[in-house]
């Protein structure tokens, strides 16, 4: 029987457009912005300057606290300059500027396609040397992965569940790169094994990706330890909470992180950008990403270097077409809106959408009905109307009791309200608030 | 059936008696004692409890004045000086004289100077576009045009013209609390020192882009230039981050910023029509 998480959960029309669609790998933009803040955490550091000469997978930012990442080009060329541009929200944010000139790797990478079985290093050194290659979770939190492989004091991971949901309708990227790099996959979570010393990993994977399933069941036979469990159809299966209760049964206390139940939880993109640093000693500088649509030509999956701007993207996949209401960085559920085609690619964009008009349009706004759908369907058995309600009343302590911060963002019962109403605009308001307020109160 | 009434009420006159004494004493024990100065300072202050003093009520500053050994820090901005002049007499203290205030919003990005490139249809409240997207023009430093200053305003003194995308302040109703100023995520309302007749001038902008930046994103945004700077006989004028800034207690409105100002970003409100050059008044008359 296929397994699923117990409470709420919607399924929207799933809109795989370019699930067969070969991973193309994208030609190299002539100039990238590349932004020192592309994770959870401090931003990095730069240091190269106006006129330096980089080659691809240089470090051009250094992380700065533990929970940060390295930043490294993803191109060869000249440093334009270090400047603050805007990013999709409109907001000014530091990246650094590279005019791409050939394309000269640093010379520690391997750049073959070999497959390269043999894990040669410990676990000590596999963590440090993700932490180098700045991978981040590539499932869109964009966690900084080191800090996850080092569990707090008194906790020990038991499994290893590896991400492999992609629920968010449209988005098939993670889904081409199970298909296409099953066997990196398969080492590179052989490889977090390693760093986390647990000897068990489940990689979960929903049911609408019959071939992923049956190719990694079959492959996984010759590795040890993993096994695939194929999950029932349901949004927002991919939330680290919910796949941890889909495939253990185990329920993640309200504030807790994954490891108390003993799991840590990696995206496959993730276990395939590891593969890539420890037997590649290739950093992550670039990533595949999903351009879909209804109303675009070529929908297709593209292995993107990081810093490319949208617009190059959405030119190979056949341009803009009419009546775009609305381009999304990210999937249709979590994804946000951008307001120009300058936003560069970072670790994070799964997906770049092109909704349609009459798809963007959300309704008009009218008064709850008390219909409690919202309720039905939050993953997190929270009340989103009455979280909606405090934060809109600025009631942010009642807000704190009722859980406020348990919610994942996932944008279920925005989805769902009958009434059109923004709950989750105001609920994310709140969090913001109520993580102001709590961190003031630790100080 | 009659002894029953009478003894209900020796039982109930006893219990009354009983409670009575208790009470007393009780009284006497937790008795608080209150300065009864602070109900006089309550009575001659507005009664607004708005909160533009930085205390939590009118009578919370009532208290905060009795308190106080001098009134060189409290202020009543809805009362003004006369408020003050008699919550002082009241007190046996020394008024101090304060310039009347009035609020104004930094930002002329109305529908025809500031163009939209994108639009938003999230929740209308200018703290959760803020925290979003930086709003629907190129300019990430204009008002949003969402009104959270016209529901926090507790007199009515904000009235927000969909026409013209930006709310404007109604000067005679504005008693300068500040709850607008808090309520503004973009930073724009500022307390303006109240001139004569409602006079003005002052940079409508808060634009820190580079010049051209900001020029793009709207006709009327400070370019940061300096003339006005050059200009100002007063120094009342400084340039900082690509804005100017007027200084309302050190200008004198003779209004030659609003005259080199190249994008009319300094505006001049309630001025009679000038008479040397009436070709320029319907140039710099701000958009209404």
Known sequence: MLKTFKIGGVHPPENKLSKDKKIEVLPLPKTVFIPVAQHIGAPATPVVKRGDEVKVGQVIAQSSSFVSTNIHSSVSGKVKKVDFAADSSGYPKQGIFIDVEGDEWVEQIDRSNDLVKEISIDGPEIIKKIQEAGIVGLGGATFPTHVKLVPPKGMKAEVLLINGVECEPYLT?????????????????????????????????????????????????????????????????????????????????????????????????????????????????????????????????FMVRIGTATSELVEAAGGVPENTGKIISGGPMMGRAIRTLDVPVTKGTSGILLMKNEEANRGECISCIRCSRCTAVCPMGLEPYLLMTLGEKQIFDRAENERIMDCIECGSCSYTCPSNRPLLDYIRFGKGKVGAIMRSRKK | MSITVVYTIVTLAVIGAVAAVILYFVAQKFKVHEDPRIDEVDEALPGANCGGCGFAGCRAFAEACVKASNLSDLNCPVGGNDTMNSVASLLGLEAVKKDPRVAYIRCNGTCDNRPKTSSFDGATTCAIASSVYSGESDCQFGCLGYGDCVDACDFDAIDLRSELGVPQIIDDKCVACGACVDACPKSLIELRKKMPKNRKVVVSCRNQDKGGVARKACSVACIGCGKCMKECPFDAITVENNLAFIDSDKCKLCRKCVAVCPTNAIIEENFPPRKVKPEVKTEIEPAK
């Open chain 1, 173 to 301: 990227s993670d889904h081409r790169l199970m298909l296409e790099k099953t066997e990196e996959i398969l080492v590179g979570i052989q490889l977090l094994m390693k760093a986390m010393n647990v000897d068990k990993a489940v990689i979960g994977i929903e049911n609408n990706k019959p071939d992923a399933i049956k190719l990694l069941i079959q492959k996984c036979k010759s590795y040890n330890g993993i096994r695939v469990q194929a999950l029932k159809v349901q949004y927002p299966q991919g939330g680290e909470k919910q796949l941890i209760n889909a495939v253990t049964g185990k329920e993640v206390p309200s504030g807790g992180l994954p490891i108390a139940v003993g799991a840590v939880v990696s995206n496959v993109g993730t276990a395939f950008a590891v593969y890539e640093a420890i037997q590649k000693n290739k950093p992550l500088i670039e990533r595949v990403v999903t351009i879909t649509g209804k109303g675009v030509e070529k929908p297709s999956n």
